[in-house]
């Protein structure tokens, strides 16, 4: 089986570190590799364009595509063959929230096709925010009321299919292995 993953969100929010870390659980599921003494020191460099990573992961082929902030206005052409989304937002960085916002509720809002496909919002970085700024984060970018987003096409009435997770990225870390694990099986399960 093949499956096709939008990573998506606006710069810097850890797009391309989710990736490696789901990289590296699937590495180490399928060959033993130990990540922790892989190379996980490695540069990660901002993403321009378009990045596409293969994952096999349990007899899964996982194209995870993340698409740079640089190509937003282009990022509604990549949905209509994709199976799935992620989106990500760093709680650490107030500055970035409300293009965030933006980011997320022009893509739910505009793009009514999304209605049946599962969405996953990670909440990015929670190691270098306090909890009064975790919280304050969720309010700006309107979660309650994410799934309750009126589509465009006012087409049906179905709240749309939005999973949340916060965690962190960082490398070698248990909490960098949760956030991915736990993503990698919100993926295995929404394509079932
Ligand atoms: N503290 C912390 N830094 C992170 C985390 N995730 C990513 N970073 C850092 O944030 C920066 C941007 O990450 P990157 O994955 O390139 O973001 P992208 O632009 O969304 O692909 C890099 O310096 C990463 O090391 C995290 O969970 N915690
Ligand atoms: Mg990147």
Known sequence: MTAE????????????????????????QSHGNDFDTMNSNEVITPTIGVD???????????????????????WHSYYEDCDAMIFLVDVSDAASWSQSYVLLHDCL???????????LLVLNKVDIADEMTIKTC?????????????????????????????G???????????????TLDWIMSSLK
């Open 168 to 182: 962190c990225c960082l490398s070698g870390t248990s909490e960098g292995k949760t956030l991915a694990k736990h």
């Open 109 to 119: 809002t505009f793009l009514p096709q999304w209605k049946k496909k599962p969405i």
């Open 5 to 28: 993953i939008l990573v998506i969100g606006a710069e810097s929010t850890g797009k391309s570190s989710l990736i490696k870390r789901i990289r590296e659980i699937s590495s180490l």
């Open 138 to 166: 969720e309010r700006m970018l309107r979660l309650e009321t994410l799934t309750q987003i009126p589509q465009e096409d006012g087409e049906g009435q179905d709240p749309l299919q939005i999973t949340i997770l916060s």
């Open 52 to 74: 596409i990573v293969d994952i096999n992961y349990f007899s899964t082929l996982f194209k995870l595509r993340e698409l740079g902030v640089a190509i937003s206005s282009r």
